[in-house]
């Protein structure tokens, strides 16, 4: 038993590289996702209000809550405060309950699966800074926020709903009949999933918005029957800001020995090992990249394996894309 390398013939070599070309694209796409970031904190839901309950009866077919909270100091809220109206109203069905607050760091809306169909009533969500008040929203109460800055793109929140659901969002800059419009929409199914809208989404209603100079958000929810809907948080986001690029001052120094031998080192060879090299019990080849093999046989059944993917228990290769180093320890052999 033992290891030994054999150069592979160049078809071998050019479809590797095709394969690691496809490897490469996914990796680029990866990283691009993971090349943005959360940028302002709307409501991370972290300070409970609520819950407000609605029961339906013979002479009672809806009903209405309106109730602000206080940030506590952490800043999960902006501006300060959250305001919740919340209206049930035109359910002729007794003993129908109705439910919607924050608590465990979640916003929640639930309703039973009563018959009558169409809209049950409405959710609307502000943040207009501290006012008391979510009957009326206030459209210059944060004071002119800028959710663009550092470079924020877009909104970006977490839930879950019974089935997927369209949420409104409005954010306004200054006037309550002017305002910017757009649609999340929240995706059915019992796990939590990320959705966004862009800032460039957004539908302008009479003068529109000012993303830049934002006095009020405002989040519009409609209730219909059997909607359990919940969200996590409300957030801006958008990519990474690029490093600078450090300035290199060349050095106006004259080299300490100026008669010093300028001859390049010698390029290393990338001929393929004829035997496999045994250092630090370990055995490895070195060849130029896609054209050689590493393979070792094996004391059970007499079977030879040969090895390319990028790793396994007890391998790696190394130099990816112009050589490469495959090894395995002795004690496998």
């Known amino acids: 038993p033992g290891c030994f390398c054999v150069e592979l013939p160049w078809y071998a070599g050019f479809f590797a590289m095709a394969l690691a070309k496809y490897f490469l694209l996914l990796l680029l796409a990866t990283a691009a996702l993971a090349q943005f970031e959360d940028k302002v904190s709307i409501d991370e839901f972290d300070i409970d209000q609520g819950p407000f309950i609605v029961i339906t009866d013979a002479q009672t077919t809806g009903g209405s809550f309106d109730d602000s909270v206080e940030d506590d100091g952490t800043l999960d809220i902006i501006g300060g405060e959250r305001d919740i109206l919340y209206t049930i109203e035109g359910v002729t069905e007794a003993n129908q309950v109705f439910s919607c607050g924050v608590s465990s760091g979640q916003f929640n809306q639930a309703a039973p699966p009563t018959s009558v169909q169409g809209t049950l009533g409405s959710v609307d969500l502000q943040w207009d800074g501290i006012d008391d008040s979510g009957a009326s929203l206030d459209p210059n109460g944060l004071g002119g926020i800028d959710l663009t800055g550092n470079i924020a793109n877009q909104f970006y929140a977490r839930g879950s709903a019974d089935f997927d659901f369209d949420t409104e969002i409005r954010v306004y800059s200054g006037s309550a009949s002017d305002y910017c419009t757009g649609t999340f929409t929240v995706p059915g199914g019992t796990e939590d999933a990320d959705f966004f809208i862009l800032f460039s989404e957004f539908s302008d209603v009479g003068s529109g918005c000012d993303f830049t100079n934002v006095g009020a958000i405002q989040l519009l929810i409609d209730i219909r029957a059997n909607l359990d809907l919940n969200i996590d948080f409300l957030r801006t986001f958008g990519p990474v800001p690029a490093s600078p690029t450090p300035t ?84 496998y052999f």
């Open 248 to 331: 290199i001052t060349p050095s106006t120094t004259p080299s300490a020995n100026p008669s010093a031998s300028q001859t390049p080192s010698a390029t290393p060879s990338q001929t393929p090992s004829a035997s496999p090299i045994i250092e630090d019990d370990e055995c490895y080849c070195v060849c130029p990249a896609f054209r050689c093999e590493l393979f070792r046989s094996d004391d059970e059944d007499g079977g030879i394996y040969g090895y390319r993917s990028i790793s396994d228990d007890y391998w790696n290769w190394y130099g990816f894309p112009t050589s490469v180093i495959y090894d395995f320890y002795s004690t």
